[in-house]
Nanobody, 128 residues
Framework: QVQLLESGGGLVQAGHSLRLSCAVS????????MGWFRQAPGKQREVVSA????????WYAESVRGRFTISVDSDKNMVYLQMNGLTVEDTAVYYC?????????????????????WGQGTQVSVSS
């Protein structure tokens, strides 16, 4: 059974940084893609970033490219999201996610249906 546990959310002022962490268990690292979603109040859940998609580098949503960085620790089976230059528009619940690392992920890295497991989420709130 796949389990994901996020940590690192909180309340920060605009312009500041946060680092989210996610521990993944129940799925071999070698066959897994990892990513982060977020859901703001009244909005749909969206993919923020993804990593380990087949044959390509990390994927970022346009809204966070250049400010957020996704990374993994293969030894610990952890995925991280470094968020710099936070704005009030980044306020949301952030979810860690995983999915099977198939060849389709090369083309569909940023698609929500590429993932099949999510954590419980961690709140990120940015004040102006």
């Amino acid at each position: 059974q796949v389990q994901l546990l996020e940590s690192g959310g909180g309340l920060v002022q605009a312009g500041h940084s946060l680092r989210l962490s996610c521990a993944v268990s129940g799925r071999p690292y070698s066959s897994t893609i990892m990513g982060w979603f977020r859901q703001a109040p009244g909005k749909q859940r969206e993919v923020v970033s993804a990593i380990r998609c087949y044959g390509r580098g990390p994927w970022y949503a346009e809204s966070v490219r250049g400010r957020f960085t996704i990374s993994v620790d293969s030894d610990k089976n952890m995925v991280y999201l470094q968020m710099n230059g936070l704005t009030v528009e980044d306020t949301a619940v952030y979810y860690c996610a995983t999915g099977p690392r198939t060849s389709d992920t090369r083309a569909y890295c940023g698609r929500s249906d590429t993932f099949d497991s999510w954590g419980q989420g961690t709140q990120v709130s940015v004040s102006s």
